[in-house]
């Protein structure tokens, strides 16, 4: 993260990401991994912490696959993620 020159958001479905160098090849790797995730401010509240079992339900990620069942600390089951649903 720390290629980071600056971040705008001009408009609710864009994030605009300035990077110090241009030419970082691990920037889109860092975005889709856990350290640097894309989150939906309508699941994830500023002012506090949801529980595991909220975030799950909420179906709050994006990404390659959808969590298909969850059990906290035991497991978790991963699915393709629909072609057909929308971001």
């Known amino acids: 993260m720390a290629n980071i020159e600056s971040i705008a958001t001009p408009d609710a479905s864009t994030v605009v990401f300035t990077l110090k ?11 889709t991994s856990p350290a640097a995730p894309i989150v939906d401010d309508e699941v994830f509240p500023a002012d506090k912490l949801l529980s595991d079992e909220e975030i799950v339900k909420a179906n709050a990620f994006h990404g390659q696959y959808i969590i298909d069942s969850y059990n906290k600390n035991t497991l978790v089951s991963l699915k393709a993620w629909p072609t057909t649903r929308e971001c």
């Open 21 to 31: 160098n241009a030419n970082d090849q691990t920037f889109p790797q860092i975005l």
